[in-house]
C-alpha cells in the first residue's frame, strides 16, 4: 500500500464496502490481496506484503471489521497494524481484534493518525528489509558432536540403525532428506571425476570376491587394527584410540599414576584427564598439587611395566591386555557347505574390485595411460570401536579412483600433486568450508610399506581435526600382488616405446560418509535477520537434499494454486523440489531454511492477475527477486547447476 493512500476518502469516511475496494485498488507489487464473499454478508479481505513476511486477513460484516495478523518478523507488524487502521483503527497485534464503528470525529482522527503511522511504518519495513543478515562467525565453534547428531535425526538426515530394537552399534541408516544428499554427493563426484574427464572411466563391482584377492592383496594377513581388552568388563579398544599420560606433581616430579583417555579434541582429552587426575591426587594425599602439562602417547607405544599402571575406561583399573592385532574384515560363507571351502568376505575397500578388473577395463574401453577408474559402493570393516557417528561405522560407502601411470622415480610426483589439488577443488564445490581443511602428509612410520608418498585432506571436525580424503602414490604393488596372485599377467603395453611394464597408481579415495558429516558440519549456522536468531543449513545448491520449496501464497484460490502447482510438476523434471502451502510464508521460509532449501519461489496474486512472474528467494541472503514464470526453470539452472 502507497502512503499517498486517501485525503479524500478519510474526510469522506467512506463506509467498509468501498474502503476494501480502495485498497484493492491500491495494490502494488509489494502487496497482493483477494476478496471473497461469505455468509451473511461477511466480506473476508486477504492481504500480503512479501518482502515484509507479512500475511493480513480482514474480515467485515457490516461495518465490524476483524483482523488476523501472521509475521514472523516483530519490526513488520506496524506494516499489518497500518493496513487494520486503515479499515477503522480497531488495534491487533498478532490477534484476531474487532472494533465497533467509532464516532465521525473519533474516526477522522483516527484515520488520519492511521495515515501518519502508514507512512512511517512502510517506510521504516521496507529500509529494514534491505538489511544483509549478520552471520554469527563463532556458531560452528561452539558446536558438540551431540548437537549434529541430533540435528540429523530431527530433520530426517540420519537415524541410528534398528533404533526400534535399541539400535546396532556402528551402523546407520540415512532418511528421507539424508538419502537425497548421499546421493547428490555421490552424483557430484561422479559427475566431477568421471563424466567430465576423458581420462577416467567408471565400473561397479561385486562386494565379495574370490576369497584369494585377499590374500594377494595382503588383507588376510594384514589388515588388522591393534586392540586391547579390559580383562574385568570385558569391553574392547582400539588400542591406538586410547591415549594415556603420567600424572607428575610439579613441585618434586613424583609420578602418582596414569590416565588414560578415548581420543577427541585436545580440549575434551585435557578435560577428561583433569578429572582422573584430580581422583588420583586425592587418593595420594597430594590434593590440589599443581601437574606438569599431559603427554599424551597412545597404547601401542607403551611398555608392559606401564601397562600394568594405566586405568581402563570401562572400570577405571589397571586392567588392560596389551595390544594385538584384530583382523576387520567381516566373515561370511558362500553356498550350501559351512566349511573352510566356503568361507568369503565383505569387501572391507573398493580398491580391490578396480585391480582386478584392470585387465578387462584395458581391453574394453581403449583407455591409454594415463587413465583412472573410478567406482562408488560399499565396504564393511568390523571396527573395534565405532565412534563419532559416521566418521567411523561398520558399514560404509567410499568413492575411489585408482589412477594409472607409467613407472619411474620422476614421473609420480607431479601426478600425485595434481591429485591432492584436483581432490581439495572438489571439496570446496560441493560446499566444505576452506578454513576447516587442512594437509596432513604421512611420512616414515606414517607410510604403508608399499606407498611412495600419502597426503590426507583433513578437517576439523567438533571432535578434533580427522583424515576426510587420501591421495596416496602406491607404486605397483596391488597389480604385481595380483600378477603374482593370480598368475595373469596384469602388464601394459606401451606402444610408442614398445616396452611392457606394471603400472604405477595414484589413488585418491574418499568416505561418502565422512563426506556428508563434514558437508552437515560446513552447512551449519546461524545469523540475524532483522533482529530475529535463525538457525539453518547452508548446503550449497548442487547437493541441497531439496533444490527448490514451491510456496503458494495462500491455499485457498484455485487460480493461484494451479499456477504454482503447474510449476511445481515442471520443477520435478528436473530436481527434488518441495511443495509447502500451511501456515503464514514467513514460518515456510524458515523450515526451508532448516533442511538448507537453497531457493524458495512464491506464487502470489500478482502472478495470475498481473506479470506473470513468481517471487524467488535466496536461503543465505533472504534477497528476493522477480522472475517471468517462463524463466524459473533457466534462473534456478544456473545457480543450481551452475548452466
Not at 551402523?171 to 576423458?198: A, I, M, T
Not at 583433569?274 to 607405544?301: M, N
Request: glycine residues 6%.
Amino acid at each position: 500500500m502507497h502512503a499517498h493512500a486517501h485525503p479524500a476518502y478519510l474526510e469522506n469516511r467512506a463506509p467498509t464496502e468501498k474502503i476494501l475496494t480502495h485498497i484493492e485498488h491500491q495494490s502494488t507489487h509489494h502487496l497482493s490481496t483477494s476478496r471473497a464473499k461469505g455468509p451473511s454478508g461477511t466480506t473476508t479481505l486477504s492481504t500480503y506484503f512479501p518482502s515484509q513476511e507479512v500475511a493480513v486477513q480482514c474480515q467485515t460484516s457490516g461495518n465490524t471489521p476483524c483482523i488476523f495478523i501472521s509475521t514472523i518478523m516483530p519490526s513488520y507488524r506496524n506494516v499489518a497494524l497500518a493496513m487494520f487502521l486503515t479499515l477503522h483503527g480497531a488495534l491487533g497485534f498478532g490477534l484476531r481484534t474487532s472494533s465497533l464503528t467509532a464516532s465521525s470525529a473519533s474516526l477522522r482522527r483516527t484515520m488520519s493518525k492511521a495515515t501518519s503511522t502508514a507512512i512511517h511504518s512502510i517506510a521504516e519495513a521496507t529500509e529494514s528489509e534491505k538489511k544483509t543478515p549478520i552471520k554469527n562467525e563463532e556458531a560452528y565453534n561452539k558446536v558438540k558432536m551431540e548437537d549434529i547428531v541430533s540435528l540429523c535425526k530431527r530433520r530426517g538426515i540420519i537415524f541410528p540403525s534398528s533404533e526400534i530394537y535399541n539400535g546396532f552399534a556402528g551402523f546407520f541408516d540415512y532418511g528421507p532428506l539424508g538419502s537425497e544428499l548421499k546421493k547428490n554427493v555421490k552424483d557430484n563426484f561422479w559427475r566431477h571425476f568421471v563424466q567430465r574427464r576423458e581420462d577416467v572411466v567408471g565400473i561397479d563391482s561385486s562386494i565379495i570376491h574370490n576369497p584369494t584377492t585377499w590374500q594377494s592383496s595382503g588383507h588376510l594377513d594384514g589388515f588388522s587394527d591393534p586392540m586391547v581388552d579390559c580383562k574385568e568388563t570385558k569391553l574392547r579398544y582400539r588400542a591406538d584410540q586410547l591415549f594415556c599420560a603420567p600424572v607428575t606433581v610439579e613441585e618434586c616430579g613424583t609420578t602418582v599414576g596414569f590416565v588414560c583417555v578415548l581420543e577427541a579434541n585436545d580440549e575434551d582429552m585435557v578435560k577428561a584427564a583433569k578429572k582422573q587426575a584430580k581422583k588420583l591426587l586425592k587418593e595420594s594425599d597430594r590434593k590440589g598439587q599443581a601437574i606438569q602439562p599431559f603427554a599424551f602417547k597412545d597404547l601401542t607405544q607403551v611398555s608392559e611395566e606401564e601397562m600394568g599402571q594405566i586405568p581402563s575406561p570401562g572400570s577405571g583399573k589397571p586392567t588392560l591386555t596389551m595390544p594385538r592385532d584384530f583382523n576387520l574384515m567381516f566373515q561370511t560363507n558362500v553356498g550350501a557347505m559351512q566349511d573352510g571351502s566356503s568361507v568369503a568376505y565383505l569387501r572391507p575397500e573398493t580398491a580391490q574390485g578396480i585391480f582386478i578388473n584392470y585387465k578387462n577395463v584395458i581391453g574394453t574401453s581403449r583407455q591409454k595411460l594415463p587413465f583412472g577408474i573410478a567406482q562408488i559402493g560399499k565396504a564393511f570393516r568390523n571396527e573395534i570401536t565405532p565412534r563419532n557417528f559416521i566418521f567411523r561405522s561398520r558399514e560404509f560407502e567410499q568413492m575411489e579412483i585408482e589412477y594409472f601411470i607409467p613407472p619411474g622415480d620422476d614421473v609420480w610426483q607431479p601426478f600425485h600433486e595434481k591429485w591432492i589439488a584436483d581432490s581439495k577443488a572438489f571439496l570446496e564445490t560441493v560446499g566444505l568450508r576452506e578454513d576447516l581443511m587442512g594437509y596432513d602428509v604421512h611420512e616414515g612410520d606414517g607410510l604403508a610399506h608399499y606407498a611412495r608418498a600419502c597426503t590426507d585432506i583433513t578437517f576439523k571436525f567438533p571432535f578434533g581435526e580427522q583424515e576426510l580424503m587420501g591421495i596416496a602414490a602406491r607404486g605397483n604393488f596391488d597389480l604385481t600382488s595380483h600378477t603374482e596372485g593370480s598368475g595373469k599377467t596384469l602388464d601394459y603395453f606401451d606402444e610408442e616405446t614398445k616396452e611392457k611394464f606394471i603400472p604405477h597408481v595414484i589413488e585418491p579415495s574418499l568416505g561418502v560418509d565422512r563426506l556428508i558429516l563434514a558437508l552437515i558440519c560446513s552447512a551449519y549456522a546461524e545469523d540475524e535477520v532483522n533482529g530475529e536468531k535463525r538457525n539453518y543449513l547452508s548446503f550449497h545448491p548442487s547437493i541441497a537434499p531439496v533444490k527448490v520449496s514451491v510456496l503458494p501464497l495462500v491455499k485457498n484460490k484455485e487460480p493461484l494454486v494451479k499456477a504454482a502447482r503447474e510449476l511445481f510438476d515442471k520443477l520435478q523434471m528436473r530436481w527434488n523440489v518441495q511443495w509447502d502451502q500451511t501456515g503464514a510464508i514467513g514460518r515456510r521460509y524458515r523450515r526451508a531454511d532448516e533442511i538448507g532449501v537453497p531457493f524458495c519461489v512464491t506464487v502470489d496474486f500478482e502472478t495470475i492477475e498481473d506479470d506473470g512472474a513468481v517471487t524467488i528467494r535466496d536461503r543465505d541472503t533472504t534477497e528476493q527477486v522477480r522472475i517471468p514464470m517462463d524463466e524459473v526453470v533457466t534462473y534456478l539452472s544456473k545457480m543450481i547447476d551452475g548452466y
